[in-house]
C-alpha cells in the first residue's frame, strides 16, 4: 500500500514538475527568446488589475524575479547604481545594495538618458548586475551582500563603451557571459573568474555591443550567437573560438537586436540597415553563413518573437509586421504606428507587447493581418524596459517606477 501510494505521490509531483513554469530569470525569459509558458493567458486584459507600485529612479533595466523577490534597478543622483529585490507580493523594499557608477552618453543619445541600461540575470543564490562603467556586480540574493565584482576596463585593461554596458548578462549553466567593451567574457559565475574572452574591439565609440548574446543550437552544434557593433558571429562555447562571423551593416553600429534564432537560420536587423535572415550551413568541418534573403524593413531596438515561422517585428517606422523567415517575404505591415519602442513575449498564438507609450497590447499571431485582442493603458510614464512574467503575474519597470500587475 505504502508503494502505490509513494508511486502516486511521485507521479503528482512528476506532474507538477511538468506544468511549472521556469521563473523569469533574465534578459527576454528563461530561454531568452520571449517564450512564455504556465498559466494561460486571458483572452481580453480587462481583468488584469494593478497590485502595487513603487517609485524610482531611471532605468532602462528589464525586471527579473525568482518568484517571490522582484529585482531591478536604478541611477541615482547621477552618482550611483543601485539594486533593490523587491516583495513580489506587496512591493516593499526587501534590500537594496548600491554603488558608484554613473556614466554619461555621447550628446547626439541624450535625449535617451544616461542611466542603467543592462537587464540584470539571477541563478539560485546570486544576482548579476551590469552598470554603465562596464563593471558587473554579483550580489547575495538573501540579503545584497556583494560576492565579487569584475571592472573589465580595470581588470582586463580594455576601453569602456563609450554608451555605456548595454547587453545583459547571461546565465548557463555555471556560467555566465557578459558582452562589454572588452569583448565577449564566459565567467565562472560563483566566482567572477575569467574563462575566456572573446570578440576583443577594444572598446571606444565603436566598442562592446549593444546587444544581448544567446546561446543556440546552430547546424548541429550548440553555441553562443552573438552580435557585436559590425559583426554577427557564432562562438564555440567551451573556448570563444569564433565559428564563423559575419559583417552586417548598421549606422553608427547600432545592432540592438538580440539575434533570433530557429534550427540553422538566424534573423537580424538593424537601424541604417536592413532585416537579413542569414542560414548557417557546412562546409566541410567548417561552418559558413549564407544570406537566406533581406528585406528594407528596418527593426531598430525591439527584438522580435517567431511563431510558426513568422516574424512578429516591431519597425523603425513605429509600424508592426509579419514577415516568413522561410521566404523573406513580408505578409503584412501595419497602418497604425505604435511608440519608438516594444518589448515582445509570445504564450501559444498570443503576442504581449508593451509599447513605449505605456500600453499593454495582446496581439494574435495572425500571419494575414494585425490582430488586436484587447488593450489596456498600464502606465503614465515611458515603459522602455522589457516586461517580466511569472505565473500570470506581470511586472512593469516604467522610466521611473515598478509595478505588479495581475489578472484572473
Request: with cysteine.
Amino acid at each position: 500500500m505504502h508503494t502505490i501510494y509513494f508511486a502516486i505521490f511521485t507521479l503528482y509531483c512528476l506532474t507538477l514538475s511538468a506544468f511549472a513554469s521556469p521563473h523569469w530569470d533574465q534578459w527576454r525569459g528563461p530561454k531568452r527568446d520571449g517564450t512564455v509558458e504556465g498559466a494561460k493567458w486571458p483572452d481580453k486584459l480587462d481583468s488584469a488589475k494593478q497590485l502595487w507600485r513603487m517609485p524610482l529612479g531611471s532605468s532602462y533595466s528589464g525586471p527579473v524575479t525568482n518568484g517571490k523577490l522582484v529585482f531591478t534597478t536604478e541611477s541615482k543622483d547621477k552618482q550611483f547604481e543601485v539594486a533593490h529585490a523587491v516583495d513580489a507580493e506587496n512591493g516593499k523594499i526587501v534590500w537594496s545594495a548600491q554603488w558608484e557608477g554613473h556614466q554619461g552618453v555621447p550628446f547626439f543619445a541624450k535625449r535617451n538618458g544616461d542611466w542603467i541600461r543592462s537587464t540584470p540575470a539571477i541563478d539560485e543564490r546570486t544576482l548579476f548586475v551590469s552598470g554603465m562603467q562596464d563593471v558587473l556586480v554579483a550580489l547575495n540574493i538573501a540579503d545584497g551582500k556583494e560576492k565579487w565584482r569584475v571592472n573589465f576596463p580595470k581588470d582586463l585593461q580594455a576601453g569602456s563603451q563609450a554608451f555605456g554596458y548595454v547587453a545583459s548578462p547571461m546565465v548557463d549553466g555555471e556560467y555566465l557571459y557578459a558582452h562589454v567593451g572588452a569583448g565577449l567574457c564566459k565567467l565562472n559565475r560563483a566566482t567572477g573568474k575569467l574563462i575566456w574572452r572573446s570578440m576583443d574591439d577594444g572598446g571606444g565609440m565603436m566598442g562592446g555591443s549593444f546587444s544581448s548574446p544567446v546561446i543556440a543550437n546552430v547546424a548541429g552544434k550548440r553555441q553562443v550567437v552573438a552580435q557585436g557593433r559590425t559583426e554577427l558571429s557564432g562562438l564555440d562555447v567551451d573556448n570563444g573560438t569564433v565559428i564563423w562571423s559575419q559583417a552586417v551593416k548598421s549606422f553608427r553600429g547600432m545592432n540592438i537586436y538580440t539575434p533570433v534564432v530557429l534550427g540553422s537560420r538566424i534573423f537580424t536587423s538593424a537601424y541604417g540597415g536592413q532585416s537579413q535572415a542569414w542560414e548557417i550551413g557546412k562546409d566541410g568541418e567548417a561552418m559558413k553563413p549564407a544570406l537566406a534573403w533581406e528585406h528594407k524593413s528596418e527593426g531598430y531596438m525591439s527584438t522580435p518573437v517567431i511563431v510558426e515561422g513568422k516574424v512578429y517585428m516591431h519597425l523603425r517606422n513605429q509600424k508592426f509586421a509579419c514577415m516568413d523567415l522561410a521566404s523573406g517575404k513580408q505578409l503584412w505591415i501595419s497602418e497604425q504606428r505604435f511608440g519608438e519602442y516594444m518589448s515582445l513575449i509570445v504564450q501559444g498564438d498570443r503576442i504581449l507587447a508593451l509599447d513605449m507609450k505605456g500600453v499593454l497590447y495582446l496581439i494574435k499571431a495572425n500571419s494575414e493581418k494585425l490582430e488586436i485582442l484587447s488593450e489596456k493603458k498600464v502606465s503614465d510614464e515611458e515603459c522602455w524596459a522589457h516586461l517580466a512574467v511569472e505565473d500570470g503575474r506581470l511586472y512593469i519597470r516604467e522610466l521611473k517606477g515598478l509595478s505588479a500587475w495581475q489578472w484572473k
